[in-house]
């Protein structure tokens, strides 16, 4: 099959599209045949060997010493099921499908394996292109505003990094809890983000997360440039502060009010937000949707640091 491949830690260009084995699934795991996936900043990441501070040992530990364990990144996949393992229940070949590799990447090919748990069977009315831009800032941003943050209606939210894979999620998401949003990003997506429902959308250049005046409820930084001082300093009484960016130091200090680590993938969640999809609650904005062959240009968007929601890759 082809995979877009990487055999050390580097720039985009370390990635090359090449023909390797295909995998074959476990007892408990589905083979897919990918039909989009998506290029998101923890592919980068990984990629690239540049993890929060603090983070970097644990990090080479888990991805490869040297070099890296497993040569082909993506973690998310939408695709139709080619073969099932023994034990799994559910699935069948020839399902439509959408899931996540998480950890165990492998989706930036024509196949790949992906745990029966951490799958669902794609709502008709979601493209596979929605599906794989939804699955990796969606359920980040499900996570801590619904089950971390347990956002109120009524209660106001401020979005640092409004216009990323999570920040995209997160003000539609606040907005769908019932929230009055405040969206921090650049000028050149102001308009993007009150489409998408924001309240209030502030201009970094002009006013920095930080300088805000105004309390709010729950304090969302998918930046990384608030930490906990700056964020907890924009809290209203009773309010939280969520580090979805935080060095180790952060989240090991991150108790009380205030949240960090890493969001949990979960079926249930996948399963909420591809009916939010379909339903038109939620817009999956796909900045870019490329071939697979031109996945040195999609990391180049990634790294960049301007991705407007998502980068799609179709094997
Ligand atoms: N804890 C977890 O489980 C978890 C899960 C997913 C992601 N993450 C982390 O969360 C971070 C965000 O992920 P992502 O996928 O949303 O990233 P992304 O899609 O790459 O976000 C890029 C966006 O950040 C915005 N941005 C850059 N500088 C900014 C600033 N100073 N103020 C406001 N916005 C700014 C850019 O908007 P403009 O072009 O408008 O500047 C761009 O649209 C990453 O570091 C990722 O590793 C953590």
Request: glycine share 10%.
């Amino acid at each position: 099959m082809k995979a877009a491949v990487r055999r050390s830690y580097g720039a985009p260009d370390v990635v090359r599209i090449e023909e390797v084995p295909a995998p074959t699934p476990g007892a408990t795991q589905v083979l897919v045949r990918v039909h989009a996936s998506a290029v998101t900043a923890a592919d980068a990441r990984i990629r690239a060997a540049d993890f929060p501070r603090g983070y970097a040992l644990i990090a080479r530990l888990l991805f490869g010493l040297r070099r890296p364990r497993q040569p082909i990144l993506g973690g998310v996949a939408s695709g139709v099921v080619e073969a099932v393992g023994a034990r799994v229940e559910g699935f069948e070949v020839g399902d439509v499908v959408s899931g996540t590799t998480g950890l165990g990447l492998g989706c930036h090919a024509e196949l790949a394996v992906l745990s029966a748990k951490k799958l669902v069977h794609k709502p008709a009315e979601v493209s596979h292109e929605q599906a794989a831009g939804v699955l990796f800032g969606g359920p980040t941003a499900l996570h801590f505003l619904r089950d971390v943050a347990h956002v109120q209606p009524g209660q106001t939210v401020l979005v640092n990094g409004a216009s990323g894979a999570v920040g995209t999620n997160a003000v539609q998401l606040a907005k769908h809890l019932g929230a009055e949003v405040t969206a921090v990003t650049s000028a050149a997506n102001a308009v993007l983000l009150k489409q998408l429902g924001a309240d209030r959308v502030v201009d970094y250049a002009l006013t920095p997360a930080a300088d805000l005046t105004e309390r709010f409820d729950v304090v969302l930084d998918n930046v990384g440039n608030l930490g906990r001082d700056d964020g907890r300093r924009l809290l209203a009484r009773d309010g939280v502060l969520v580090l979805v960016v935080a060095d180790l130091g952060e989240t090991l200090r991150a108790h009380g009010n205030v949240k960090a680590g890493p969001a949990p993938e979960r079926a249930e969640s996948f399963g909420t937000l591809l009916d939010l999809v379909a339903d038109g609650t939620l817009t999956v904005v796909n900045q870019h949707v490329l071939d697979l062959a031109d996945i040195v240009q999609a990391h180049e968007v990634v790294d960049s640091g301007r991705k407007v929601g998502n980068i799609i890759v179709r094997p």
